[in-house]
């Protein structure tokens, strides 16, 4: 079970990634469960997108990769709806 361990490891590590030494318990675990989500959404985007290519979808890749991109080049700040 070394892969699997190791993946562990990884996914430890990286959920902590944001994590400060001052944080209590309860801050820790917020911050640990809002990486993994974010970490898994994005992975599943760029499998979404591949699926898509894979396929032979390119112009529909490229659209779906746009619009990840520009989620995230997107500058912080409120966000205005137009209704």
Known sequence: ?????????LARRL???GVASS?????RAQKAVLTL???IVTVL???WVG???VLG?????ALQM???????????GPRVSVR
């Open 1 to 9: 079970m070394q892969s699997g361990s190791s993946a562990l490891g």
């Open 15 to 17: 959920a902590f990634v």
């Open 23 to 27: 944080d209590d318990d309860e801050m």
């Open 37 to 39: 989500a974010a970490s």
């Open 45 to 47: 985007a760029i499998i």
């Open 51 to 53: 699926m898509y290519w």
């Open 57 to 61: 979808l390119h112009r529909a890749a």
């Open 66 to 76: 746009q619009a990840e991109f520009g989620r995230l080049c997107q500058p912080p």
